[in-house]
């Protein structure tokens, strides 16, 4: 991860609407949520809905895969992680175990479910 990939990433959820579906798509993980879902909840336009998932995309947050006439959308949380391990990178004046606690906090909060073929399930 560069600066530049960072500052896209945050620059992306820097907007209402997109970092409330972003903390949608991550309360939702790891089922996702069908774009027209996303727009009824957010209670925007599926065309605008449209438009910040793009926005998302581009900055590598979220995933799309199509299922049937939908497009399921999914938080990339490990994306999201470098992004903020990026941020602490350098923290802390090269006491690292100062930044223990926030690093903590970002490690994931679910056990990973792991698909029959051992493959971390999406």
Do not use: W
């Amino acid at each position: 991860m560069d600066d530049t990939e960072a500052i896209t990433a945050l620059a992306a959820l820097a907007q209402p609407t997109r970092l409330t579906t972003f903390r949608l798509l991550v309360a939702s993980e790891p089922d996702g949520i069908a774009a027209g879902e996303l727009a009824r909840r957010v209670e925007v336009p599926q065309n605008t809905m449209s438009a910040h998932l793009a926005v998302l995309s581009r900055a590598g947050l979220v995933t799309a895969e199509r299922q049937s006439r939908s497009i399921l959308y999914r938080a990339d949380l490990d994306r999201f992680r470098a992004v903020m391990l990026h941020l602490v990178n350098d923290c802390c004046g090269g006491h690292p175990e100062i930044c223990i606690p926030l690093v903590d906090k970002l490690t994931p909060c679910c056990p990973e479910k792991v698909a029959p073929d051992d493959r971390p399930a999406r």
